[in-house]
């Protein structure tokens, strides 16, 4: 099994920033890639930015370009810097690994963190 454990987050206003961590426990060593997906009241949970392990190969969501920047910090950990923030980025964001990483579908990915709230006011 894999633990994911999120932190950050938080209420900030439009402009703000706000750094998110995800730190993977156990057997880590089946996870290939992490990426941070976020579901806001009413809507369906959606892939924010995605970074391959090892080659550090990233992937973004239109929305979140030249705004949110993921890295991995070492082998267990993975952050994601978010600037800019606008209302519309107010979402549970969750943390999520794959051993596959076949696609940026929520179905793809096989370990979940318990998310994280980020709250942006106008």
């Known amino acids: 099994q894999v633990q994911l454990v999120e932190s950050g987050g938080g209420s900030v206003q439009a402009g703000g920033s706000l750094r998110l961590s995800c730190v993977a426990g156990g057997l880590i060593d089946r996870v290939k890639c992490i990426g941070w997906f976020r579901q806001a009241p009413g809507k369906e949970r959606e892939g924010v930015v995605f970074?391959?392990?090892?080659?550090?190969?990233t992937h973004y969501a239109v929305s979140v370009r030249g705004r949110f920047t993921i890295y991995q910090d070492n082998a267990n950990t993975v952050t994601l810097q978010m600037n800019i923030l606008k209302p519309e980025d107010t979402a549970s964001y969750y943390c999520a690994a794959s051993g596959a990483c076949m696609g940026w579908a929520p179905g793809d990915f096989g370990y979940w963190g318990q998310g994280t709230q980020v709250t942006v006011s106008a």
């Open positions: 970074i391959f392990l090892g080659d550090r190969v």
